[in-house]
């Protein structure tokens, strides 16, 4: 049973454009979320994180939103940049903190130039 | 660079044998996790240990166990392997809110 989910598996965008990124969770408990980007052959790389007692967060180019209601959150970047091409994975924690996240599979953004 | 390090970055073996996967974390940090990433999956969390205690355990197989040392490094030892254990695992260290990953070990059992 997949409690975060990240049902685009690949994104492409043109340079300047925005992207955006999108994520499900199902369990309730989950109050804090993050979002990770990784490149081929690193690490996942921290991004930006959301508490359960927002609904917005932003960083730069970078904005994350969260409805709780709908379980669902996404994340902006503006503008898409040709660097930004990675895979972005959003990760979810019940714990108020980022101990036991639990990952989604991963979207694959690709920026044009 | 994250400052965590993890050794081998590649590692092929054969199915029924052992290995030992290394990692040292951020100057620090007293959590350590590991994560286990297969084919078009996300990252699975394995296990936690905090300070040398195990603190949260995850989807990790009896075949798999790991231990922190009091020099805080980590060591995860993977045992009978078997196809389906090829993945990339990765080491994590935080010391708060956010999670610092290393580059990964790649696993190949053939």
């Known amino acids: 049973d997949q409690q975060v989910k990240q049902n685009s598996p690949s994104l492409s965008v043109q340079e300047g454009r925005i992207s955006i990124l999108n994520c499900d969770y199902t369990?309730?408990?989950?109050?804090?979320f993050l979002w990770y980007k990784k490149y081929p052959a690193e690490g996942p790389t921290f991004l930006i994180s959301?508490?359960?007692?927002?609904d917005k967060n932003e960083d730069g180019r970078f904005t994350v939103f969260l409805n709780k209601s709908a379980k669902h959150l996404s994340l902006h970047i503006v503008p898409s940049q040709p660097g930004d091409s990675a895979v972005y994975f959003c990760?979810?924690?019940?714990?108020?903190?980022?101990?036991?996240?639990?990952f989604g599979k991963g979207t694959k953004l690709t920026v044009n130039p | 660079d994250s400052g965590v390090t993890q050794t081998p970055k590649h590692l092929i073996t054969a199915t029924g044998q052992r290995v030992t996967l290394r990692c040292s974390p951020r100057?620090?940090?007293?959590?350590v996790y590991w994560y286990q990433q297969s084919l078009d999956q996300g990252l699975q969390f394995l296990i936690q240990?905090?300070?040398?205690?195990?603190?949260a355990k995850g989807n990790i197989l009896e075949r798999f166990s790991a231990q922190q040392f009091p020099d805080l490094h980590s060591e995860l030892n993977l045992s009978s392997l078997e196809l389906g254990d090829s993945a990339l695992y990765f080491c994590?260290?935080?010391?708060?809110?956010?999670?610092?990953f290393g580059p990964g070990t790649r696993l190949t059992v053939l």
């Open positions: 369990n309730s408990m989950f109050d804090y």
């Open positions: 990760a979810a924690s019940p714990q108020g903190g980022s101990e036991k996240l639990v």
């Open positions: 240990y905090y300070n040398g205690e195990e603190r």
């Open positions: 994590a260290s935080s010391v708060e809110e956010e999670q610092f």
């Open positions: 959301i508490s359960s007692i927002k």
């Open positions: 100057s620090g940090d007293l959590s």
